[in-house]
DNA sequence: CCTGGCACTCCATGGTCCTCAGTGCTAATT
DNA sequence: AATTAGCACTGAGGACCATGGAGTGCCAGG
């Protein structure tokens, strides 16, 4: 149904289309490109393409224009993750190094992605579910409360104020912090509530409310708000391109921190690039917009996704090659964090 | 020269192309405002307001416009800060209530601010410069690293790994962390520096160099950096306005942070309410736009600044009385924590 | 000093015409 | 059977023009 010079014909349209955001029509695509055909064969292909939905023309007598499925054939079948060129590997490379914390990397990260996909950027936050305990501290501030850190080997701080537990003899807290750390340190999080059940039994009763208050602090910290932190830039770029005037829904959408949380979980494949395209999106606001997606962690772990929300109309090898080689030096960072 | 009349015309002018953001005519002025004059008087009076410049024609036979030096002078003299409903007052209680911590409490209150004012809202994370060091931490990670956690009385909590030590004997850690804390707990950030200098001679020569370089980062972590944490919200709210075409402009500025801390950081009176308007911005991409900003803090010492970014056209009571509001709250708020 | 009246200006709106890119179809060619 | 040249047709967009109306500035009278 679809002969090899059809599906290079639909290459062309998207690339033109691509490059110049007009309609394609039968004649440029026969200048600009080797397709050694005339404009009628052209047109003809196009009919048949238009009849399977992957071009369509905004109205009669204009060029066509590559629908969603259209994109989605372009990036299975007639695409290639596009690599970056050396240049940008280096500014890739100096642009995350010396990064001092996980709050820079994930900062820089995002705004290199941005920067170099021209669109906006999107970096979630290391999971904490499947990193491990490195500490646990508990410092006693003045008065009646107690700061609790949990640092974790993906480099990540979650810090909490444990407030309203009469006072507290700092020699208790330090007792605690020892305990504690002796029962989950080296842990993995899931592993967490298992290890921390039977500990306020081993705890002198008098301060035994003291020690329930802090694990549940502690567990409410792990268990809630994982994976909710995320960043963003580059949403100037959004106004660069006219985005169907559906501009403002998008800006919104971006900002429902939780719909992009969820855009990105539903990355189908672990570990590899994955594409929505316009449609494809099941939020409202996204219909006109694509996402590029990336898993990245340490190791074979992912620990969490980055990703870059376009038009449907972007440069999908670029992008691609793009997301997913920051997804690997991002990687390659935290491992040596 | 400017009597109480053409004042109260001035004001008129404003308040109607704020609302309507359509030329204002003598006709429509008499009409809805009770000026108890004709519209001839009125356009008398206009023409005088034009040659003061304070208003301006877009077009002969158009209505008028306020000027930046309109705005200026209706913000300075003709009118005055709203004050919040009950309603929004309630909101801004039960929404920056039940934040766990500083981070969240951040998040909420640029989500809260934009909300209320349907605009772009601007938190700055609490400055280091005026808090106070409540305790150090010092924690050997594996290896040769150590992790360094300063937690301030303002709730901010700053880390950073150092590395490269060779081999560290946890116990001289712990050593340190005494040290240390004996040395800085309590004082001002301002004052580290004089309060460590003399503490590596106090130190084991064995075990110096790591002494050196906990300081040294902990001197770089405290005096780099202070203010250049900034959060935003709402920028979908650019997008409904129409923003004289340089949207783009705007949000450009919006991304570099720097900008907008120094943007900040140009309120002329402390603890006061200020409000930049159009071409008082330095800042190209802002010509357009009109910055309210406020210091927030914990008694009546500021630690940071909240603001707003809209058009110049925008209801200035309304949103100077929500960014007073939410600042005084999040005083409250970090002041309870 | 205010106001009604009036001539004037200029933008916005909507209609008409024309151009032109691009199409679909048919008939001829390979 | 596939490709191509030729041709009539279509519809968007731009140029042009006329018109209505909001709003002005100014003048003369209260």
Known sequence: ???????????????????????????????????????????????????????????????????????RLFVDRLSSVKPLSVAERRAIESFLTGAVDLDEIVARTVRLLAQLTRQVAIVQYPSLTRSSVQHVELVPLGGQRIMMVVITNTGRVEQRVIDGLGDVDPGVVGDLREMLNRAIAGRHLADVPDAVEDLPAQVDPEHRRVAVAVLSVLLESLVERHEEKIVLAGTANLAAVDFAASLREVLEALEENMVLIRLLGEAKDPSMLTVRIGEENLHEGLRTASIVSADYGVGNQSLAKIGVVGPTRMDYPGTMGAVRAVARYVGQILAGQ
């Open 1 to 71: 149904m679809l002969d090899e010079r059809k599906l290079a014909v639909l290459r062309a349209v998207v690339e033109d289309f691509v490059n110049t955001n007009e309609p394609v029509g039968s004649r440029a695509l026969a200048d600009r490109h080797p397709l050694g055909v005339s404009p009628a064969t052209i047109r003809n292909d196009m009919v048949a393409l238009e009849e399977d939905g992957y071009i369509t023309q905004p109205h009669t007598s204009a060029g066509r224009v590559p629908t969603d499925k259209g994109y």
